[in-house]
């Protein structure tokens, strides 16, 4: 009979744990050491912290591969290790990206500002209007997308991207941070490569910086020759930490998919917000695809306020939600854009992207709603006794 599949939240649990033997550990180790003997004479697989082969970084490594049901997985020092590395595997120099314009900043800091200098070159792809196909240049060798895009929220057809691009024979890299394994599964839907910042939900607890990269054999070999020579490593400590973050992560996201479903549903109803984005709302333009993506809408909304120059007052009279850039920890946190991630664009870019001065993100933590609704309501009134 052939072995029943474990559901995710097992395997998020049990995938990776080491051997069950009589007086061994229920938990991974962490082993704190850079370098391991080597066998006398040679011979045998050389372990080092570098290379990525500590056994508390492969108990991670199996575990996300169980998650993403990933033939392999690479554990790197941060996301942006891991979108580097994930994107070096597919691209040699006079190599051309074509990405999705609704992308993370630093990632479009990399394409071009470092990738660049590489003779990496990159275009974007307007997500209103679509048309990669008519995009892809000679020397196209990756699509680059993320689901679902910050801060905007949108979610792009993976399916329909990757077969286009498989049609081109490209690589088809997808930064699913926002989502996690929990709420979409990006190689399921012909994605070559998945890429997380697992500082962020992974992690879950704003405590540590890590990045992961899972895909085939062949590619993720790619990866990880690159990450031996640029030398992102993953320290052991992290690791440990971050798989112990996964051990929770099926009820973390159950509880961020709820709060976000409920806080967006209120802040859409109050007069002082224009526009609320959020996946999970029939207003949102990407609803339908999101319904047929994603198992949930996740824990990311963002607020445009009526009154674009409230928004720092607001941001300031929140109590509960802190303000601080990162995202996907157990607590609320707030940001504004325009800061933080976009800082680098003008206003009327800003404006033109959907982020005009106003837009507010949020990333709802696991506290109660009722709690999170009740800071943003007087965060908003009290901007306006400021006004009257
Ligand atoms: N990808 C997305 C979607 C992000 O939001 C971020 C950081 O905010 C990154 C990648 C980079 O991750 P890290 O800060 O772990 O390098």
Redesign the pocket.
């Known amino acids: 009979m052939a072995e029943r599949q474990m559901g995710r939240s097992t395997r998020a649990v049990h995938a990776g744990d080491p051997p069950r033997e009589a007086g061994g550990p229920v938990v991974t180790p962490i082993h704190q050491t850079s370098t391991f003997f080597s066998a006398p004479g040679g011979g045998g697989e050389v372990r080092y912290t570098r290379y990525g082969n500590n056994p508390t970084q492969v108990a991670l490594e199996s575990r996300m591969c169980a998650l993403e049901e990933a033939e392999a997985c690479l554990a790197v020092g941060?996301?942006?290790?891991?979108?580097s590395t994930a994107l070096l595997a597919c691209l040699g120099a006079g190599d051309h990206i074509l990405a999705a314009d609704a992308l993370?900043g630093?990632?479009r800091v990399l394409l071009e500002n470092e990738l660049s200098r590489l003779g990496v070159t990159s275009t974007y792809v307007d997500f209103q209007k679509g048309g990669w196909e008519d995009q892809i240049q000679e020397s196209t060798r990756v699509l680059l997308i993320?689901i679902p895009t910050?801060p905007l929220l949108r979610v792009p057809d993976i399916s329909s991207i990757a077969e286009i691009g498989h049609s081109r024979g490209l690589q088809v890299v997808v930064?699913a941070?926002?989502a996690t394994p929990m709420n979409c599964r990006p190689l399921e839907h012909g994605a070559d490569l998945v890429?997380h910042?697992?500082?962020?939900y992974l992690g879950g607890h704003s405590d540590l910086?890590?990045?992961i990269v899972c895909g085939g054999e062949r590619l993720i070999g790619e990866a990880r020759r690159r990450a031996r020579s640029f030398g992102p490593a993953l320290d052991p400590h992290a690791a440990w930490l971050l798989e112990r973050g996964i051990k929770t992560l099926a009820v973390r996201m159950d509880r961020h998919n709820a709060n976000g479903m409920e806080v967006s549903r209120w802040c859409e109803r109050h007069p002082a917000i224009a526009r609320v984005n959020y996946p999970g709302l029939p207003t949102h333009p990407d609803h339908k695809i999101a319904k047929d993506l994603l198992n949930g809408f996740g824990g990311m909304m963002a607020l445009e306020l009526r009154d674009g120059a409230a928004a720092d007052s607001f941001v300031n009279a929140l109590r509960l939600a802190k303000m601080a850039?990162?995202?996907g920890g157990v607590e609320t946190l707030v940001s504004e854009p325009r800061f933080t991630?976009h800082a680098a664009m003008t206003a009327d870019e800003r404006s033109a992207a959907g982020m005009p001065d106003g837009f507010v993100r949020f990333s709802l933590g696991i506290e109660d709603a009722e709690d999170i609704i009740a800071d943003i309501q007087q965060a908003l009134e009290s901007g306006t006794r400021e006004s009257a």
Do not use: H, R, W
């Open positions: 941060s996301g942006m290790a891991a979108i993370y630093g990632t993320e910050n930064d941070t926002f890429v910042s697992a500082t962020k910086t890590a990045g850039p990162s995202l991630s």
